[in-house]
């Protein structure tokens, strides 16, 4: 595997190195061990799948408040996305930035998103599937999020929004001063 640090800290792109055949191609698509050398610390609690119908779809932006620790591995199973990171930690050197990588099945790519870091993606085909392994379990009432067109987030978004939950759409606009950690950042 190749682990690439991304602009922002706690983000980083994982790429397979695959073994090919006349069978076809064998890789590992995560090592604990080679995680750890990365310093990144993963213990698995839950996998899950998010199927989306249409493209368009965009979920999120989320992430686990405090006291939650959530971090997740994310890859594309089928068809492909765009995968966006905001830094939603405050005193954070890159507080609201954001980075943009595109996951799709043929390019194996994973993305490692740590603690207190937003996450949402679009999906660029129809019948998208996304895998997440995450260090704990879903955790009810520590959920947060932020819009994924607000305006002080500045995501291009590469295709008209087709779906997004009622939810999604809900969470508050960031106001007043967007340079102030916590401003305007939303609860479930």
């Known amino acids: 595997m190749i682990i690439t640090p991304t602009e ?6 994982v790429d397979v190195e695959a073994f090919t055949d006349e069978r076809g191609l064998f890789a590992r698509t995560f090592c604990r061990d080679e995680f750890a050398a990365a310093g990144l610390a993963v213990d698995v609690a839950q996998c899950s799948v998010a199927y989306n119908r249409r493209a368009g779809t965009v979920r999120g932006m989320h992430w686990a408040g405090e006291p939650v620790r ?78 994924h067109d607000d305006p002080a987030l500045g995501i291009d978004w590469p295709l008209p929004v087709a779906v997004i939950s009622d939810k999604d759409r809900a969470w508050p606009l960031l106001t007043g001063d967007a340079t102030q950690p916590g401003v305007g950042v939303g609860r479930a």
């Open 8 to 13: 922002i800290d706690g983000v980083f792109v």
């Open 70 to 147: 959530e971090t997740k591995l994310v890859r594309v199973t089928r068809g492909a996305l765009l995968d966006v990171i905001v830094d939603t930690r405050p005193g954070s050197p890159t507080w609201l930035r954001h980075v943009a990588v595109e996951l799709t099945a043929d390019n194996r790519r994973a993305l490692f998103i740590d603690a207190g870091l937003a996450h949402g993606y679009q999906t660029l085909t129809d019948d998208t599937e996304a895998t997440y392994q995450m260090n704990v379990p879903f955790q009810p009432g520590h959920d947060r999020g932020l819009r």
